[in-house]
């Protein structure tokens, strides 16, 4: 008798704390109206040289370790130099897309295409 009270008690519980949040809801629907007096400033990102050098140096960590890693495997050789012609590609490409992204327009520490007053040039 205790257990079927218990059981019946904690139902009641969790069923009135469950069905206690309402089922309506509110939704102020408010128009959004999107005012740009010039996008220079939101397009600008700042990605210094330091932080570029930081990204390529841990490029060519990660990528000593692969060729090590691969050098310690016991495959045939033509295997390898697969491994490490594609590792080789790998990393030039992620080098190639931090130069990039350096060397955009849009970032504030690109010092060949600003000039002082944030215009852009060539």
């Known amino acids: ?5 218990t059981l019946s008690l904690t139902l009641l ?3 009135s704390a469950a069905f206690s949040q309402s089922f309506f809801s509110v939704a102020f629907k408010t128009p959004v109206i999107n005012v ?8 600008m990102y700042s990605f210094t040289q330091y932080e570029r050098n ?8 990660n990528y000593t370790e692969q060729v090590r890693e691969v050098m310690n495997l016991r495959i045939a ?8 012609q594609q590792l080789q590609k790998e990393r030039n490409k992620k080098i190639q897309n931090v130069n990039d992204r350096f060397f955009d327009y849009r970032n504030k520490y690109n010092y060949n295409h600003y000039d002082r007053n944030f215009n852009w040039t060539r």
């Not at 740009?36 to 397009?43: A, M």
């Not at 930081?54 to 960590?61: A, D, H, S």
């Not at 050789?77 to 490490?84: E, F, G, N, S």
Request: hydrophobic share 45%; net charge positive.
């Open 54 to 61: 930081l990204q390529i140096e841990k490029i060519n960590g």
């Open 77 to 84: 050789a033509p295997k390898k130099v697969d491994l490490l």
């Open 13 to 15: 519980i969790l069923s």
């Open 36 to 43: 740009s007096f010039g996008h220079r400033y939101v397009d």
């Open 1 to 5: 008798m205790k257990k079927i009270f």
